[in-house]
């Protein structure tokens, strides 16, 4: 099975700047998630909040940071995860274009 999480928008602390560290920036996260069904499955809601814990809590300075933070707390609290690709979008950074950063992960 393939979960898809498409634009998943909330605001947090992420980047280097000195304006972001002090004010939260809109982001958008985007997850697949495969793994193999049978009689238990992945709450995609649960997935969804978890991902907004682990970003807020984190207050991280570069995205790739962030990606591999939630790569691992994902893992460790899904652990029917075989696959997983994240992308992270900032896109108010720039004046004229959205930044993102994606990595594709195999467990």
Partial sequence: MTILIRALTFETIIGLLDIERIHRQRVIIDVTIDYEYSDTFINYADVSE?????????????????????????????????????QIS??????????????????
């Fill in 50 to 86: 978890h991902i907004k814990t682990v970003m807020h809590e984190g207050e991280f300075l570069l995205i790739e940071e962030a990606l591999l933070a939630l790569k691992s707390s994902l893992k460790s609290n899904f652990s029917l995860i075989k696959s997983l690709t994240l």
């Fill in 90 to 107: 900032k896109p108010d950074i720039l004046p004229d274009c959205e930044v993102c950063v994606r990595e594709h992960y195999e467990f």
